[in-house]
Structure formats: structure tokens, C-alpha cells
């Protein structure tokens, strides 16, 4: 089971205290341990998308400094249609070898840096960025490979709506994104989202929702009402 | 004429030292113009050195009385090579000529300036005896006069077909005949050419030179000393600006090496900084001068507290100087942000900002505008941080034919190619009046195993700034979803299949 909400207050240095954790969308929370991105923790989504945009949306809309680093195909505008404020966002689209550097350097200013690293990073180097972030208060978001992070989430499977054959457009997808990790987050989660849903913004689905169907994907015994972590989830979720 | 002091009417002497390359900046580049004007300063504060009552005559040219400054310093020669010299060594060619009066002085410096340039090298120094400058003036040809009197240019043509082909044929005219014929200016051109009339110098001093500078004799090979002495020389700067009511737009911070190599970086200052912050900015550029190291890995130092050890040598050899130059001086007026609309950075965002722009440059680190537009990557601008956020294309208009519904999350920066084919394997093209060859069955986009098109809908022409041959385009853009989940926004542009952006 998910631990309860707060662990410990961190004092910040204006003074007051800030929350442990960045909060995430209403739909996302019961995909993450404490219902939102811890502070000094790496979040590993296995490749960039929609779902690394939705993640950084509501902590951005609550006042927080995102970067981007490394992804200069990021949507923008799809991330403000999410609820990113563009005008607290830097984008840094190519860190050259230097990255390490530069993600230090922005997670100096920024609660939250989303970066894609050129490859798989060296251990010594991603010991170095977490001992970084452990002494800020900030989140690395990773699109890609972080092995040991503490939350992993990927997309894993996903179906549009709206487009037929010659007509249409396209109007919103519905995915199914898993959660797994280390320590309390270490039983697999699964859940459906609208994503995005027809309003731009993220919406908890159900696996009916998915058009045609069920996907490929699916085992057998894996059918709607026995999904693993659904209790659990919708109890961290409210 | 009396070998010596002086009579009455006779023109003094007159040093003229002169730039040829800082005299006409390409206009065009704006930064060019700027470093020229820069330049130009650093010229006058040298030349303030060997005396202090200059006039600036015209960008890069200046002039002083040469006989104080010259009798002190040993001769005119001695002197015009010396002011040569140091000027030289700003790194700005300078020609120096030293005559009777301005007039003769500016022709002597131009003259050093027109020899071959192997002449040039050896002597920039042109010194007109006192009683060599008639001789000298009668040699030159009558377009010289072009630009000291009004209408010249007309003059000069004028004279040249009368066939006064130089200043001494002009001279020899007698001046009431040059007064009736050719009116005041010709009679002003004509006291030019005899030598006479040149008018006194009108010295003023130049605006105080507010840069600041530290040398370290011997280099100082660690960062931390450099950046303890930038906080003391931004103190000065900000106390020599606030003396006398101003203050700068940009700080430019300049490192100059051992080896020789200057590092040159420009930073926003907006009379917001303190000498903690400007030292800081030092630091950054220190740090993003030292190489890249290789791998990433070992030369990385994460946290700034290690730092101190870690710079036990620049490769360079040490820094020799280090120079403060307030950019853009204006007067303070005292700062106010903006009420509502804007959100400015914090602190520390604009700290690890600039930082990264450091490293990286100005343009890497980026603020995206969301705008208007047709096409997807048009509708946000991404700006440098720091630079003015203005969209290209306003937000507020209509835009009709642009892509409605959800937006992509992947944009690609550069459209990829790609080849979407029917059931036959046949490309599917589209016809001058929207019509299909066939449905699309098959997305291959370069690089990656091709997809099955599982559904789609297009195509939605779009034809762009038909009046404009340059940047015309006529495009017919698709979604199309593949059998993976994901959906793509491709577009055929000239009978080419290209893919702008994913939905994913």
C-alpha cells in the first residue's frame, strides 16, 4: 500500500515550508507512490510523449520553473493544452555532451527538468545528477533508460479516437500506462487514461473505453475488473 | 615665414591619427558597428594619454595640436610613432600624419593610409615638414576637396574638367577670380588649397572611460582569485557608474589568457546586478571557457562547493587580465517591472539560465512564445532567454486551414521524410484538385520499419503566401493512425510525403 501523504515538511530557504512532493493531474495520481513527484527523486518514463508533458502540467500550472533538455521535438503547444505555462518553461533542445552540466545547472532554478540523456547515461554520472537533486528540492524527469530510478512509467498501449477511414479527426487517445519501481513503488500499477482527452486535459478512463476493443497487449487473465493495482490505486488516487 | 615661433595666420601644427577601418563600420551588422564604436573609445582613451585636448574629427579620425605633446615627447616623429604603436596594439591599424593645420594633417594621414601596404607596414607615421605643407598640399589631386566644403563634390568635378587637376593648379588661380566664379565655397576650398583657413581645433574630452580592469602578473592559473577580483572591480564599476548617474544595459566580461586567446561574453546587467552577481557570471564564463572534457564523465564537477580544488590549472595558462566594459551606458532611471502580463524570472531561474547560456551561448537555452499560425510549428516561437518573448505570428487572428482538434506532442524541429503507399505499395499522391490516388494503406517514415495506416483523414489543402514566388507553398496535410497506436501529421509538399509532427 501506498505510504499516507506526507512524510516529512521540508523547510525551504524563504523561510515556511514547501511540500514534499510536486503535484501531478488529478488522473495521474494514482499511477505515482505519494500521489505526486517526490522532491530530489528521478522519474523514469520510457520515451518521451504526451505522458512526460502530462506529468510536468500541473506542477508547472502551480507555479514551478520546468525545463526541457535534450527533446527538441517537444510539443509545446500540446503541453499547454495540458496545462504547462509556456511562460515558465526553458527549453535547453540540444546539451550537447555537456548535459550533465547543464541539468545540474537547471535544476538549480527549475523544481522540474525533463531530459531525454543521449544515450544510456554512465553510472557514475547518474550518481552525480541524483546526489544533485537530493540536495535541491527538485524533480528529473527522465524520457528514457535511468536504471535504479524510483518510479518507472511507460505507455503501454494506446489508441486514438475520432479518425475513420478518410474522415474525421483526430479527437483524443486513450492509453494504458504502467507504473512500477523501487521500494513503495515497487507493485506494478496499471491505469487508463484519456490521454489527452477531447478537452486537451488528462481524464481517468476505463479499459472499455478502449476503442475496437481490447488491445493486443492484454494477457487473457488479465480482463477488465481483474487489473493488478486497481484498488490500490483509486484508495491513493482519492 | 619665420623659422621660429609664431606669426599671425600661420596655421598651426596639427597631428592627426586615423583609423581607416574604424572610419566606415558595415552598417549592416549591427554588432559590427557597435565593436567598431567600442573601438573608437579605446582609440580616443589611448590617444588621451599622449595628450589630453583631442578632437574627434569624424568616427576614427582624431586630431590635437601637435606642438606641446610633440616637444615633450622628443619630436613629431617620435610621437607619431609611439601614439602609432599603441594604437597598433589595441589591435586597430592607425595612420598618423602630422602637417600645418588640419586640412594638410588629415591629407598627411590619409596619404600614410593610401600607400602600397608594404610601405604602409613600416612607417604609418607621415610628417609634413612646417615648410614642406604647401608643397605637399600643391601635389594633391582637387577631389580631396570633396568633403571639407559644401557642395565639393560638384567643386572638385568642376575644377578637374577646367583641368585643375591638383590643389597647387587651384592655388595659383588668384582668389578674386575664384571669388567671383565659384562663390563662398569656392572661396573657402581655395584658402584650403593654398593652406590657409583650416579651422582651429575644437578639442573637447571624450566621456570618461568607466571599464575596469585588473591584471595578474604572474597569470593567475585557478578561477577562484579571478573571480574573488571580479567582485572587487564590479564594486568599481558600479561605483564609477552611480558617480555619475548611469548605468548599463549589458556588462561585458573580458578574460584575456596567458596564451593570448580573449575570452568575450555579454551579460545582462539592466542596473540589477549586484558585484556578487557580475562575479558570479565571471565564474560561468571561466567555467565554460575550460574544455569540454571528452567523455563527459571526469572533468564534471556537480555541486559548487568542490569547485575550489578543482581548478588547479586552466590549460591556458592563467588568466592575465581581466576587464569589465559597461555596454551600453545609459542614464539610471531607476527600475519598475511590469504590473501584470509578464512573469519574470526568478532569480534563480535566470542564475541557472544563464548559466547554461554560458556554456551552451544565447541561443541554447530557449522561452517558448505560443502564437498563431497554419502549421504547428509556426504557432510557438521559441525566444532566447532574456531576449524580448514576441510570437512571429500573433495569436489572436483566425487562421483559418490550420489543423483543428488535439495537438501533436512531438514537433519535429526539421520534417522527416517519409513514403506513405496504398494496398498496391504504389506511392498515394494527390492531385492538383485534392484527389487521391488511392487510400493510404502504409506509412514508412525514413529510418524506422514501416506502419499499417489503420485509419485516416485528409487531405486538407493548404496553399500559403501565393504572392510571394520565395516562400510559396502549397501542402496538403493528412492524420493518419498507425497500427502501433500512434498518429502522425504528414503532409505532401510538392509531391513529396514528409511527417511535421506525432501524436503520442
Request: charged residues 20%.
Given at each position: 500500500m501506498?505510504?499516507?501523504?506526507?512524510?516529512?515538511?521540508?523547510?525551504?530557504?524563504?523561510?515556511?515550508?514547501?511540500?514534499?512532493?510536486?503535484?501531478?493531474?488529478?488522473?495521474?495520481?494514482g499511477?505515482?507512490?505519494?500521489?505526486?513527484?517526490?522532491?530530489?527523486?528521478?522519474?523514469?518514463?520510457?520515451?518521451?510523449?504526451?505522458?512526460?508533458?502530462?506529468?510536468?502540467?500541473?506542477?508547472?500550472?502551480?507555479?514551478?520553473?520546468?525545463?526541457?533538455?535534450?527533446?527538441?521535438?517537444?510539443?509545446?503547444?500540446?503541453?499547454?493544452?495540458?496545462?504547462?505555462?509556456?511562460?515558465?518553461?526553458?527549453?535547453?533542445?540540444?546539451?550537447?555532451?555537456?548535459?550533465?552540466?547543464?541539468?545540474?545547472?537547471?535544476?538549480?532554478?527549475?523544481?522540474?527538468?525533463?531530459?531525454?540523456?543521449?544515450?544510456?547515461?554512465?553510472?557514475?554520472?547518474?550518481?552525480?545528477?541524483?546526489?544533485?537533486?537530493?540536495?535541491?528540492?527538485?524533480?528529473?524527469?527522465?524520457?528514457?533508460?535511468?536504471?535504479?530510478?524510483?518510479?518507472?512509467?511507460?505507455?503501454?498501449?494506446?489508441?486514438?479516437?475520432?479518425?475513420?477511414?478518410?474522415?474525421?479527426?483526430?479527437?483524443?487517445?486513450?492509453?494504458?500506462?504502467?507504473?512500477d519501481?523501487?521500494?513503495?513503488?515497487?507493485?506494478?500499477?496499471?491505469?487508463?487514461?484519456?490521454?489527452?482527452?477531447?478537452?486537451?486535459?488528462v481524464?481517468?478512463?476505463?479499459?472499455?473505453?478502449?476503442?475496437?476493443?481490447?488491445?493486443?497487449?492484454?494477457?487473457?487473465?488479465?480482463?477488465?475488473?481483474?487489473?493488478g493495482?486497481?484498488?490500490?490505486?483509486?484508495?491513493?488516487?482519492? | 615665414?619665420?623659422?621660429?615661433?609664431?606669426?599671425?595666420?600661420?596655421?598651426?601644427?596639427?597631428?592627426?591619427?586615423?583609423?581607416?577601418?574604424?572610419?566606415?563600420?558595415?552598417?549592416?551588422?549591427?554588432?559590427?558597428?557597435?565593436?567598431?564604436?567600442?573601438?573608437?573609445?579605446?582609440?580616443?582613451?589611448t590617444?588621451?594619454?599622449?595628450?589630453?585636448?583631442?578632437?574627434?574629427?569624424?568616427?576614427?579620425?582624431?586630431?590635437?595640436?601637435?606642438?606641446?605633446?610633440?616637444?615633450?615627447?622628443?619630436?613629431?616623429?617620435?610621437?607619431?610613432?609611439?601614439?602609432?604603436?599603441?594604437?597598433?596594439?589595441?589591435?586597430?591599424?592607425?595612420?598618423?600624419?602630422?602637417?600645418?593645420?588640419?586640412?594638410?594633417?588629415?591629407?598627411?594621414?590619409r596619404?600614410?593610409?593610401?600607400?602600397?601596404?608594404?610601405?604602409?607596414?613600416?612607417?604609418?607615421?607621415?610628417?609634413?615638414?612646417?615648410?614642406?605643407?604647401?608643397?605637399?598640399?600643391a601635389?594633391?589631386?582637387?577631389s580631396?576637396?570633396?568633403?571639407?566644403?559644401?557642395?565639393?563634390?560638384?567643386?572638385?568635378?568642376?575644377?578637374?574638367?577646367?583641368?585643375?587637376?591638383?590643389?597647387?593648379?587651384?592655388?595659383?588661380?588668384?582668389?578674386?577670380?575664384?571669388?567671383?566664379?565659384?562663390?563662398?565655397?569656392?572661396?573657402?576650398?581655395?584658402?584650403?588649397?593654398?593652406?590657409?583657413?583650416?579651422r582651429?581645433?575644437?578639442?573637447?574630452?571624450?566621456?570618461?572611460?568607466l571599464?575596469?580592469?585588473?591584471?595578474?602578473?604572474?597569470?593567475?592559473?585557478?578561477?577562484?582569485?579571478?573571480?574573488f577580483?571580479?567582485?572587487?572591480l564590479?564594486?568599481?564599476?558600479?561605483?564609477?557608474?552611480?558617480a555619475?548617474?548611469?548605468?548599463?544595459?549589458?556588462?561585458?566580461?573580458?578574460?584575456?589568457?596567458?596564451?593570448?586567446?580573449?575570452?568575450?561574453?555579454?551579460?545582462?546587467?539592466?542596473?540589477?546586478?549586484?558585484?556578487?552577481?557580475?562575479?558570479?557570471?565571471?565564474?560561468?564564463?571561466?567555467?565554460?571557457?575550460?574544455?569540454?572534457?571528452?567523455?563527459?564523465?571526469?572533468?564534471?564537477?556537480?555541486?559548487?562547493a568542490?569547485?575550489?580544488?578543482?581548478?588547479?590549472?586552466?590549460?591556458?595558462?592563467?588568466?592575465?587580465?581581466?576587464?569589465?566594459?559597461?555596454?551600453?551606458?545609459?542614464?539610471?532611471?531607476?527600475?519598475?517591472?511590469?504590473?501584470?502580463?509578464?512573469?519574470?524570472?526568478?532569480?534563480?531561474?535566470?542564475?541557472?539560465?544563464?548559466?547554461?547560456?554560458?556554456?551552451?551561448?544565447?541561443?541554447?537555452?530557449?522561452?517558448?512564445?505560443?502564437?498563431?499560425?497554419?502549421?504547428?510549428?509556426?504557432?510557438?516561437?521559441?525566444?532566447?532567454?532574456g531576449?524580448?518573448?514576441?510570437?512571429?505570428?500573433?495569436?489572436?487572428?483566425?487562421?483559418?486551414?490550420?489543423?483543428?482538434?488535439?495537438?501533436?506532442?512531438?514537433?519535429?524541429?526539421?520534417?522527416?521524410?517519409?513514403?506513405?503507399?496504398?494496398?498496391?505499395?504504389q506511392?498515394?499522391?494527390?492531385?492538383?484538385?485534392?484527389?487521391?490516388?488511392?487510400?493510404?494503406?502504409?506509412?514508412?517514415?525514413?529510418?524506422?520499419?514501416p506502419?499499417?495506416?489503420?485509419?485516416?483523414?485528409?487531405?486538407?489543402?493548404?496553399?500559403?503566401?501565393?504572392?510571394?514566388?520565395?516562400?510559396?507553398?502549397?501542402?496538403?496535410?493528412?492524420?493518419?493512425?498507425?497500427?502501433?497506436?500512434?498518429?502522425?501529421?504528414?503532409?505532401?509538399?510538392?509531391?513529396?510525403?514528409?511527417?511535421?509532427?506525432?501524436?503520442w
Amino acid at each position: 500500500m501506498p505510504r499516507p501523504y506526507p512524510a516529512v515538511p521540508i523547510p525551504s530557504p524563504e523561510g515556511g515550508v514547501i511540500p514534499p512532493v510536486l503535484p501531478v493531474l488529478p488522473g495521474l495520481r494514482g499511477l505515482l507512490p505519494r500521489g505526486g513527484l517526490v522532491r530530489g527523486s528521478v522519474v523514469a518514463v520510457a520515451e518521451f510523449g504526451l505522458l512526460c508533458l502530462a506529468l510536468m502540467a500541473a506542477a508547472s500550472a502551480d507555479g514551478a520553473w520546468c525545463g526541457i533538455a535534450g527533446i527538441p521535438e517537444a510539443g509545446v503547444l500540446a503541453a499547454a493544452g495540458l496545462g504547462l505555462d509556456a511562460e515558465r518553461t526553458l527549453l535547453v533542445p540540444a546539451p550537447g555532451p555537456a548535459w550533465p552540466q547543464v541539468v545540474a545547472s537547471l535544476l538549480d532554478g527549475c523544481e522540474l527538468v525533463l531530459l531525454r540523456p543521449p544515450g544510456r547515461a554512465p553510472v557514475q554520472v547518474r550518481q552525480r545528477l541524483e546526489a544533485t537533486l537530493r540536495r535541491g528540492r527538485g524533480v528529473l524527469l527522465v524520457a528514457g533508460d535511468w536504471p535504479g530510478a524510483p518510479v518507472r512509467l511507460r505507455v503501454v498501449t494506446q489508441r486514438w479516437t475520432g479518425l475513420g477511414d478518410g474522415h474525421g479527426r483526430l479527437r483524443a487517445s486513450c492509453a494504458e500506462v504502467a507504473a512500477d519501481g523501487r521500494g513503495e513503488a515497487a507493485m506494478a500499477r496499471t491505469c487508463w487514461l484519456w490521454l489527452p482527452a477531447e478537452d486537451g486535459g488528462v481524464a481517468l478512463a476505463g479499459p472499455r473505453d478502449f476503442p475496437d476493443g481490447l488491445p493486443f497487449g492484454i494477457p487473457a487473465g488479465d480482463q477488465p475488473g481483474t487489473l493488478g493495482a486497481v484498488p490500490a490505486l483509486q484508495a491513493a488516487g482519492g | 615665414m619665420s623659422a621660429r615661433g609664431l606669426t599671425a595666420g600661420q596655421p598651426s601644427r596639427v597631428m592627426v591619427v586615423s583609423c581607416p577601418e574604424l572610419r566606415d563600420p558595415d552598417q549592416s551588422a549591427p554588432d559590427q558597428s557597435a565593436e567598431a564604436a567600442r573601438q573608437h573609445e579605446r582609440v580616443i582613451a589611448t590617444v588621451t594619454g599622449f595628450c589630453p585636448d583631442v578632437e574627434v574629427v569624424e568616427p576614427g579620425v582624431c586630431a590635437f595640436g601637435a606642438r606641446g605633446p610633440a616637444r615633450y615627447h622628443g619630436g613629431e616623429q617620435a610621437l607619431a610613432a609611439r601614439i602609432a604603436a599603441a594604437v597598433t596594439g589595441l589591435g586597430v591599424q592607425a595612420r598618423v600624419g602630422v602637417a600645418d593645420g588640419l586640412f594638410a594633417a588629415l591629407l598627411a594621414a590619409r596619404d600614410s593610409a593610401a600607400r602600397d601596404s608594404a610601405a604602409r607596414d613600416r612607417d604609418p607615421v607621415t610628417v609634413i615638414p612646417p615648410a614642406g605643407t604647401a608643397r605637399f598640399l600643391a601635389a594633391q589631386p582637387v577631389s580631396v576637396l570633396a568633403d571639407q566644403v559644401l557642395a565639393g563634390q560638384d567643386l572638385a568635378a568642376l575644377l578637374y574638367r577646367l583641368g585643375l587637376r591638383t590643389l597647387g593648379d587651384f592655388a595659383a588661380v588668384p582668389a578674386r577670380d575664384v571669388a567671383s566664379r565659384f562663390g563662398d565655397a569656392g572661396e573657402r576650398a581655395h584658402r584650403l588649397a593654398r593652406g590657409l583657413g583650416s579651422r582651429p581645433l575644437a578639442p573637447r574630452p571624450p566621456p570618461a572611460d568607466l571599464s575596469v580592469a585588473r591584471e595578474f602578473d604572474p597569470p593567475e592559473p585557478r578561477a577562484e582569485p579571478v573571480v574573488f577580483a571580479a567582485k572587487a572591480l564590479a564594486e568599481r564599476l558600479h561605483d564609477g557608474l552611480a558617480a555619475r548617474g548611469l548605468t548599463c544595459v549589458r556588462v561585458q566580461v573580458l578574460a584575456t589568457w596567458a596564451d593570448g586567446r580573449e575570452s568575450s561574453r555579454r551579460w545582462r546587467h539592466d542596473g540589477l546586478l549586484s558585484a556578487a552577481a557580475v562575479a558570479d557570471r565571471v565564474r560561468w564564463q571561466l567555467d565554460g571557457w575550460r574544455p569540454a572534457p571528452a567523455d563527459g564523465v571526469d572533468g564534471w564537477r556537480p555541486a559548487p562547493a568542490d569547485r575550489a580544488a578543482d581548478h588547479d590549472q586552466h590549460a591556458e595558462g592563467g588568466v592575465t587580465v581581466l576587464r569589465l566594459v559597461p555596454d551600453q551606458v545609459v542614464r539610471a532611471t531607476g527600475q519598475q517591472l511590469a504590473l501584470w502580463g509578464e512573469t519574470v524570472p526568478g532569480d534563480r531561474v535566470a542564475r541557472a539560465a544563464m548559466r547554461v547560456q554560458a556554456m551552451l551561448g544565447h541561443e541554447a537555452v530557449l522561452r517558448p512564445v505560443l502564437g498563431g499560425g497554419r502549421n504547428v510549428p509556426d504557432q510557438v516561437t521559441p525566444t532566447p532567454f532574456g531576449d524580448k518573448r514576441e510570437p512571429r505570428l500573433a495569436a489572436d487572428r483566425p487562421w483559418p486551414g490550420r489543423v483543428m482538434g488535439a495537438a501533436p506532442g512531438l514537433v519535429f524541429p526539421a520534417a522527416r521524410e517519409a513514403e506513405v503507399t496504398d494496398g498496391a505499395g504504389q506511392v498515394v499522391r494527390v492531385s492538383g484538385r485534392c484527389e487521391l490516388s488511392a487510400a493510404p494503406a502504409r506509412l514508412a517514415v525514413r529510418g524506422e520499419p514501416p506502419r499499417r495506416v489503420t485509419g485516416w483523414a485528409g487531405p486538407w489543402p493548404l496553399h500559403e503566401r501565393w504572392w510571394d514566388p520565395a516562400a510559396a507553398r502549397r501542402r496538403a496535410r493528412f492524420q493518419l493512425v498507425t497500427d502501433d497506436g500512434r498518429a502522425w501529421l504528414a503532409v505532401v509538399q510538392d509531391g513529396r510525403w514528409l511527417v511535421e509532427a506525432g501524436y503520442w
